[in-house]
């Protein structure tokens, strides 16, 4: 949100936050922040392998298409630890460079 701009609205379906944790860890939950520590539904991602951040958010571009939802439409949010490297946000935005 900008300082003294409008809000941005987070729309559930094409939402998500990937949380980048110390120690090179990922988390990631979809939709508003409130929802996933009612539910508990913040999931554990990798950087590589069958569970890959770059896995999770294909999944869910692919998710959009087949409900006719343009896959532009998808917002990703990054949080990091306040102490976590500028080269792991670096790592995970190539890792997740995906065409379009």
Same mark, same amino acid.
Not at 10 to 26: D, F, Y
Not at 30 to 54: L, M, V
């Given at each position: 949100?900008?300082?003294?701009?409008e809000v941005t609205k987070i729309i559930t379906t094409t939402s998500m936050t990937v949380l980048i944790a110390g120690n090179n860890k990922l988390y990631y939950y979809f939709g508003p922040e409130e929802e996933p520590f009612k539910t508990g539904s913040i999931k554990k991602a990798t950087w590589d392998g069958?569970?890959?951040?770059?896995?999770?958010?294909?999944g869910k571009k692919l998710e959009l298409t087949v409900k006719n939802i343009n896959t532009?439409? #998808?917002m990703a949010l990054l949080k990091h630890h306040h102490n976590q490297a500028i080269r792991t946000l670096y790592i995970f935005w190539m890792n997740c460079s #995906?065409?379009?």
């Amino acid at each position: 949100m900008p300082k003294d701009g409008e809000v941005t609205k987070i729309i559930t379906t094409t939402s998500m936050t990937v949380l980048i944790a110390g120690n090179n860890k990922l988390y990631y939950y979809f939709g508003p922040e409130e929802e996933p520590f009612k539910t508990g539904s913040i999931k554990k991602a990798t950087w590589d392998g069958q569970n890959s951040i770059r896995s999770v958010i294909s999944g869910k571009k692919l998710e959009l298409t087949v409900k006719n939802i343009n896959t532009d439409k #998808l917002m990703a949010l990054l949080k990091h630890h306040h102490n976590q490297a500028i080269r792991t946000l670096y790592i995970f935005w190539m890792n997740c460079s #995906l065409p379009t």
